[in-house]
């Protein structure tokens, strides 16, 4: 056995194996710097490196661990659930029940379709919009994520709004000659571009709030001006709700926030917390769109292990476990903990800015409110990388870049904010002595 290595060992063995050594880029701590932990146990709120160090879990795989590892409910779903085979790749009640439960908290979900990440969601979304619209263009804000498919994969450009360019070598400029990017927040931006192209444009996408350059709340109104705006065009208003949907509210950002705004995106689509951390994404919407899903209607999608029994059982499980309570629970420790780091950065004179949509927050070492992704690139990296690896040092696990989001649990404890606590206030401290 092997599980006598550490951390060290366990990387430089896994990057003669995997590039970087990882599965998915943040988790190598390039921005940072040092070493990825790796991880081997979770249980409640915290988290267990193989060198046996103990964290309280900030990242919760990057949302879904809402109700925190382990969870005996879940768990004992996922096994009996095991327990009659993995997958059959066919049919099975276990997506059925989760669709059902997800019409319920989202009503605008007519019909719902299972794919296992949240990448394919999106990519199918888009590939309906276009069709149900038959135009070509997609319309996405700089520094909002919505997976690694090709089309989407395109840079911020300056100006009022670029032309996408490519982000990374292997997409070609075919792929995301269809994508126009524009700053978030930025009505005007929006306007003069459905003024000059609103009759090609299929569909307009964005993040419910922007948790993938920091927390970046929308600016009161302006999802529902997407969503108005597109309509009187024509177009197609995709919500994101990978990483908000079932977070933020029963009904995900939708549920809290769009809902009594009066407005119903025609696409929403889903990942991380409707899988309960097994892979597992779906998109939703009306019956007219998504009815033209192949086989009811000609737009092809498909997946061997689309609507897994294992996978729908852990997101039932855990949607099952996100009840108004939690989400009452999610939003103080999201408040508790946020304002805690906050005032521990104030009181040793950081200049930093918490933001929060919902329970989702993060900090940006800069003295402005941030509002777009040119401003989230002015923060000063340097000083999060500081900051992140003192409290990893103590024991307080939290993403890896300075553009991520910190995720809470249903898990903390009390014990575990006073250690956060504690933490926060030596973080500090040193990312002060730092600056000095
Ligand atoms: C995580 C995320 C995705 C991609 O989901 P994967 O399961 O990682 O492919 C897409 N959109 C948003 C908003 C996300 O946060």
Not at 101 to 125: K, L, N
Request: net charge negative.
């Amino acid at each position: 056995m092997t599980t006598f290595e550490t951390s060290l060992q366990w990387h430089n063995r896994a990057q003669r194996i995997i590039p970087g050594g990882v599965s998915s880029p943040v988790r190598a701590f390039q921005s940072v710097g040092g070493t990825p932990r790796y991880f081997v146990k979770g249980e409640g709120s915290k988290v267990w490196d193989v060198d046996g160090n103990e964290y309280v879990d900030l990242v919760g795989s990057w949302g879904p661990m809402i109700v925190g590892h382990a969870h005996p409910h879940v768990v004992g779903r996922v096994k009996s659930a095991m327990e009659k085979s993995f997958s059959f790749g066919a049919p099975g009640p276990g997506e059925v029940l989760l669709a059902e439960e997800i019409a319920a908290r989202v009503p605008g979900c007519e019909r719902v379709r299972f794919v296992s990440s949240g990448t394919e969601a999106v990519m199918t979304a888009v590939r309906l919009a276009r069709a149900a619209t038959s135009r070509n263009l997609i319309v996405k804000f700089a520094g909002c994520y919505h997976g690694h498919s090709d089309s989407l994969l395109v840079q911020s450009g300056s100006g009022i709004a670029t032309l996408g360019l490519p982000n990374s070598p292997g997409v070609t400029p075919g792929q995301t000659q269809d994508t126009i990017v524009v700053p978030f927040n930025d009505v005007d931006a929006m306007n003069q571009l459905f003024a000059e192209r609103g009759s090609d444009i299929a569909a307009v996408i964005t993040e419910a709030t922007p948790a993938n350059m920091g927390v970046v709340p929308p600016l009161p109104g302006f999802n529902k001006f997407l969503a108005d705006i597109s309509k009187r065009h024509g177009a197609l208003f995709i919500l994101d709700e990978v990483m908000t949907g079932f977070r933020i509210s029963q009904g995900g950002w939708w549920g809290k926030f769009g809902q009594e705004e009066n407005w119903t995106p025609d696409l929403f689509t889903f990942g991380k917390v409707i899988g309960g951390g097994m892979p597992l994404a779906a998109v939703g919407g009306s019956a007219a769109v998504m009815e033209l899903l192949a086989p009811s209607g000609s737009v092809y999608q498909a997946g061997t292990l689309s609507g897994n029994p294992v996978a729908t059982a852990a997101g039932l499980a855990t949607l099952e476990l996100c009840d108004p309570d939690l989400y009452t629970v999610l939003d103080a420790r999201a408040h508790e903990v946020g304002s805690t780091i906050s005032d521990a950065l104030t009181a040793a004179s950081v200049e930093h800015s918490f933001q929060q949509a919902g329970n989702l927050f993060s900090f940006f070492f800069t003295p402005k409110e941030v509002n777009n992704f040119d401003q989230a690139q002015e923060q000063d990296t340097s000083a999060f990388a500081v900051f992140f690896h003192s409290l990893l040092e103590q024991g307080i696990s939290v993403p890896p870049s300075a553009f991520e989001a910190w995720f809470v649990s249903g898990a903390l404890t009390d014990h575990d904010v006073e250690k956060i606590s504690t933490a926060a206030t030596i973080a500090a401290h040193q990312v002060r002595l730092r600056s000095n």
